[in-house]
Nanobody, 124 residues
Framework: QVQLVESGGGLVQSGGSLRLSCAAS????????MGWFRQAPGKEREFVVH????????YFANSVKGRFTISRDNAKNTVYLQMNSLKPEDTAVYYC?????????????????WGQGTQVTVSS
């Protein structure tokens, strides 16, 4: 079992930045690839970014490429999502998730564990 807890969400103006954190329980964090998803009001949850177990490989949705970065610290059991140049359309609840799968996993069903989400609101 892996428990995930996101933090760092909040209200920010357009063009601003936020850094989300996702802390994982357990001693097997490094055996999971991680992802971030988001869900805007009235919309389906969508993939944002994936990071490999080592942190070397990442894969971003086109909508955030060049603005968001992801990193992980396996010693601290934490994955980070740095969000820059935020836009109102980035407003959503952001979820981190863990997967035991291989490759660039972008679909919800490929992830085994989910956090409770953290709200990000970008004002125009």
């Amino acid at each position: 079992q892996v428990q995930l807890v996101e933090s760092g969400g909040g209200l920010v103006q357009s063009g601003g930045s936020l850094r989300l954190s996702c802390a994982a329980s357990g001693r097997t964090f490094s055996s999971y690839a991680m992802g971030w998803f988001r869900q805007a009001p009235g919309k389906e949850r969508e993939f944002v970014v994936h990071i490999s177990r080592s942190g070397i490989y990442t894969y971003f949705a086109n909508s955030v490429k060049g603005r968001f970065t992801i990193s992980r610290d396996n010693a601290k059991n934490t994955v980070y999502l740095q969000m820059n140049s935020l836009k109102p359309e980035d407003t959503a609840v952001y979820y981190c998730a863990a997967t035991s799968g291989t490759g660039y996993t972008t679909r919800e069903g490929q992830y085994d564990y989910w956090g409770q989400g953290t709200q990000v609101t970008v004002s125009s």
